[in-house]
C-alpha cells in the first residue's frame, strides 16, 4: 500500500492558497476597475493606467508567484524558507497593504497614500527577494535551476528599487519615465520572465510527459538576459537610446526563442491530449511573442505601441501562463498535501473539474478577443470587462474549490479517526 | 539478486512518484530496483533516505534517467 510521501520541507498548504486566493480576488477586483476608470485611458502614463495594471502585477502576478515559490521552492530544490509561516505572513500583510494603499493612492491622486503603499511594496518585495535568494543558495546543488532563480531574486531586488525611485519621481525629484522604463524592462524581462521560464523548465516535462528544455537554452539564456539587463540600465541611463533600441531587440528576441522551443516541446508531447493548461500555454506563447515583437520595435513606430504591447505581454502573456499553472500546481499541491497526511483516495483529476475549468477559460478568451475590438469604441471594454468578470470569478471559485476539496478530505479523515 | 525494472518515463506527475514508492515499499531484501524515468526524481531521493535504502545513479541525461535501489546492508550485484 502507498504509504505517503516525507514532505517535512514542505510549507503547510494554507500558505500557498491564501496568495493564490487572494491573487483571485484581485483580479475580480481588477475587472470592475476595468469598467469604471479602463474607458478613459488613452496613455500607459495616466494614473488610471498605472492604478490597473498594478493591481494585476501586484495584485495576481505577485500574489501567486511569491505563493508558488513559498511552496516550490522547498518542493523543486529541497531547501525550505526559515520560519516560513511568519516571513509568508509578513510579506502577505505588507502586500496586501501596501498594494492597497498603492492603487487607492493612484485612482484618487493622493500622494501620501502612494509613498505610504510604494514604502509597503518596497520592504515586502526587497525582503521577499532577499530571503529568496539565500534560501536558493542553501542548495547543495546549484545546477541551472538554481542559478535561473536566483538571477530573478536578484532582479526583483533591483527592479523594486527602481520602481520606487520612480514613484518618488512623480513628486519631481527624478525623471519618472526613465526609471519607471528600467523598472518595467527588470520586473518584465527579470523577476518575470526568470520565474517563468526556470518553473516551465520543470513544470513542463514533470506534467505534461514533453522533453526537457535543450541545455543550452537552461543554463545560458538567464545569464545573457542578465547581461542585456545591465547593458539596458547603464544606457537607458546614460540616455544612448540607440543601444536601447538595439538591446530592446535582442532581449524580445530571447523571449521568442523561449516561446519557440515552448510551443515545440509541447507539440512534441509523448501523451498528447486535450488538455485547457496546454491550450493556455499555446496562447500564452504566442501573445508573449506578438508582445516581444512590438517591443523590440517600438522605437520604430510613430505611434506609442505601449498599450498593445501591455496588452499582449500582461493580459495575453503572463496572465494566460499563470492561470494555466494554476490548474496543474493547485491540483497537485492539493494532491501532495493530501498524501502526506495519508489520505490516499483522492485524485489529482478530482481537484479542480475539468469542466469548470473549460468555462473559466473560455471566458476569457472571450473577453481577450472583446479587448481587441477596443479601438473600435469604449463600449467593448465594458464587455470585455464584464466577461472577464465572469472568468476571474470562476477562476477564483475553481480555487477555493481546490481547498475546499482538501478540507473535506482532511475533515473526512478526522472524523473517521484515521 | 532478482532484478525488478520500473519504466516511469511515460507517466505524467504524480503518477511517477506513487509508482516508485509503491515499488520501494514493496522492495525485498533479495531485490534490486532499476528506475527509469525521463528526467531526475528530486523527490525519490527524500524517500529513498527516509526508508534507510540505497541507490546509485547510473544515468542522468537530459530525457534520460536510470537508477538503481536497494535495501540497505545488502550487497549490490
Not at chain 1, 254 to 263: E, G, R, T
Request: hydrophobic share 55%.
Amino acid at each position: 500500500m502507498f504509504q505517503g510521501l516525507s514532505l517535512e520541507q514542505a510549507p503547510p498548504y494554507a500558505i500557498p492558497l491564501r496568495f493564490y486566493i487572494t491573487g483571485g480576488v484581485y483580479l475580480v477586483v481588477l475587472s470592475v476597475l476595468t469598467a469604471l476608470f479602463g474607458t478613459q485611458i488613452q496613455t500607459r502614463y495616466e494614473y488610471e493606467a498605472i492604478a490597473l495594471t498594478h493591481v494585476l502585477t501586484i495584485g495576481f502576478f505577485s500574489h501567486i508567484m511569491i505563493g508558488s515559490m513559498f511552496q516550490m521552492l522547498p518542493v523543486m530544490l529541497g531547501i525550505p524558507y526559515k520560519n516560513v509561516v511568519t516571513n509568508a505572513n509578513l510579506i502577505y500583510g505588507l502586500l496586501n497593504l501596501g498594494a492597497v494603499l498603492f492603487v487607492g493612492g493612484f485612482l484618487s491622486e493622493t500622494t501620501l497614500s502612494m509613498h505610504l503603499g510604494g514604502s509597503m511594496l518596497l520592504g515586502a518585495f526587497l525582503y521577499f527577494a532577499y530571503l529568496s535568494f539565500n534560501t536558493v543558495f542553501q542548495s547543495q546543488e546549484k545546477d541551472f535551476l538554481v542559478q535561473n532563480f536566483a538571477a530573478s531574486f536578484a532582479l526583483l531586488f533591483v527592479a523594486t528599487v527602481f520602481g520606487f525611485i520612480a514613484l518618488i519621481g512623480h513628486s519631481g525629484f527624478v525623471d519618472t519615465v526613465r526609471f519607471g522604463e528600467i523598472h518595467i524592462a527588470l520586473m518584465l524581462f527579470g523577476w518575470v520572465f526568470l520565474l517563468i521560464d526556470a518553473v516551465s523548465y520543470r513544470i513542463i516535462p514533470m506534467f505534461f510527459v514533453a522533453n526537457e528544455f535543450p541545455k543550452l537554452l537552461k543554463e545560458h539564456l538567464y545569464k545573457l538576459i542578465l547581461l542585456l539587463l545591465l547593458g539596458f540600465v547603464f544606457f537607458r541611463l546614460d540616455e544612448n537610446l540607440h543601444l536601447v533600441s538595439v538591446l530592446k531587440i535582442l532581449l524580445a528576441l530571447c523571449v521568442m526563442v523561449f516561446a519557440f522551443f515552448s510551443i515545440k516541446i509541447l507539440k512534441n508531447r509523448k501523451r498528447a491530449r486535450s488538455d485547457i493548461s496546454v491550450t493556455l500555454w499555446y496562447f500564452s506563447m504566442l501573445n508573449l511573442s506578438v508582445a516581444a515583437s512590438l517591443f523590440g520595435v517600438d522605437d520604430f513606430f510613430k505611434t506609442d505601441v505601449a498599450l498593445a504591447v501591455g496588452f499582449f505581454a500582461f493580459f495575453g502573456g503572463i496572465y494566460a501562463l499563470i492561470n494555466a499553472m494554476l490548474y496543474k500546481i493547485v491540483p497537485f499541491l492539493t494532491w501532495f498535501h493530501l498524501s502526506s497526511s495519508m489520505v490516499f483516495e483522492a485524485e489529482m483529476s478530482e481537484v479542480i473539474q475539468r469542466k469548470r475549468m473549460q468555462w473559466q477559460v473560455w471566458f476569457y478568451f472571450a473577453s481577450y478577443a472583446t479587448f481587441l475590438l477596443t479601438p473600435f469604441g469604449s463600449f467593448f471594454v465594458v464587455v470585455a470587462s464584464i466577461l472577464f468578470f465572469l472568468s476571474s470569478s470562476m477562476l477564483l471559485s475553481n480555487i477555493v474549490g481546490g481547498y475546499g476539496y482538501y478540507k473535506e478530505y482532511i475533515k473526512k479523515k478526522v472524523d473517521l479517526g484515521v | 539478486m532478482k532484478e525488478i525494472f520500473l519504466d516511469v518515463s511515460e507517466l505524467e506527475a504524480p503518477k511517477p512518484l506513487i509508482e516508485a514508492v509503491l515499488a520501494l515499499e514493496q522492495l525485498q531484501e533479495n531485490e534490486v530496483l532499476f528506475f527509469k524515468h525521463r528526467m531526475n526524481p528530486r523527490h525519490l531521493f527524500g524517500e529513498i533516505a527516509a526508508r534507510h535504502m540505497e541507490y546509485e545513479v547510473l544515468k542522468d541525461e537530459p530525457g534520460d534517467f536510470l537508477m538503481k535501489i536497494w535495501r540497505k546492508n545488502v550487497s549490490r550485484s
